[in-house]
């Protein structure tokens, strides 16, 4: 149990469905996370909130839109999607934006768009 | 540019065996944090160990240590007797101040019985 919960686990979604993704930290942290994990590339980093406000969008479509309504729950909304997004999603939290904390991953959503 | 690299996209070892996980690193940054991260196949991401680029000692966490050479930017991870339980892939990741994480590839871990 890592105190980072995401859901669903596991999303199959057409091309013009909108749906989202949450994730809900437990932890008491400050800073929030969305990576995008496909096969064969290194994570990515695709938004950061740190107190609620987002602070990096790094160059992410905006197909997807990112929702931080409090320091605990951070949503991911998808619409009009690619089969190029189809990959591991996750969620993590840090108790802030600082190079000595250490972040904590929720157990992913993967994707498949179709 | 490339931060962190991973040389190593899989490594064998032998149940009860130490193997060594490279991660080389690039950064002007003087202050900056070396995490690893391991992945079982089940997807979460497992915080392991953490390395300060000011801590005068390596980093060690019950099997784990962390080879910390600054010089070489080299922060290669240890694990002491291995188990089939280590079986997973293994990433490598920096944080430099005012910058987020950036992970390495990953290395992929097959412990054998």
């Known amino acids: 149990e890592t105190g980072v919960t995401q859901t669903p686990r596991h999303l199959v979604m057409g091309m013009t469905n909108k749906k989202s993704l949450k994730c809900e930290q437990h932890?008491?942290?400050?800073?929030m996370y969305w990576y995008k994990q496909s096969a064969k590339k290194p994570l990515e980093l695709m938004f950061v909130?740190?107190?609620?406000?987002?602070?990096e969008n790094n160059s992410v479509p905006s197909r997807f839109s990112p929702e931080c309504p409090n320091s605990s729950h951070l949503f991911l909304h998808l619409h009009t999607l690619q089969p190029e997004d189809s990959a591991l999603y996750l969620c993590?939290?840090?108790?802030?934006?600082?190079?000595?904390?250490?972040?904590?991953f929720g157990p992913g959503t993967r994707l498949t768009v179709t | 540019a490339q931060k962190i690299t991973q040389t190593q996209p899989g490594m064998f070892v032998q149940e009860k065996e130490a193997v060594t996980l490279d991660c080389t690193y690039d950064?002007?940054?003087?202050?900056?944090?070396l995490f690893w991260y391991k992945q079982p196949s089940s997807g979460e991401m497992i915080f392991l160990i953490y390395?300060?680029?000011?801590?005068?000692q390596n980093a060690t966490e019950g099997r784990y240590s962390l080879n910390f050479q600054k010089a070489r930017k080299s922060a290669n991870l240890v694990i002491s007797a291995s188990q089939l339980g280590d079986s997973a892939m293994y990433f490598c990741?920096?944080?430099?101040?005012?910058?987020?994480?950036?992970f390495g590839a990953g290395t992929r871990l097959t412990v054998k019985p």
């Open positions: 993590a939290s840090s108790q802030a934006r600082d190079n000595t904390y250490e972040q904590y």
């Open positions: 932890l008491g942290h400050n800073a």
């Open positions: 909130y740190s107190l609620e406000e987002r602070v």
């Open positions: 950064t002007s940054d003087p202050s900056y944090g």
């Open positions: 390395q300060g680029s000011y801590d005068q």
């Open positions: 990741a920096m944080r430099e101040d005012n910058n987020d994480m950036r």
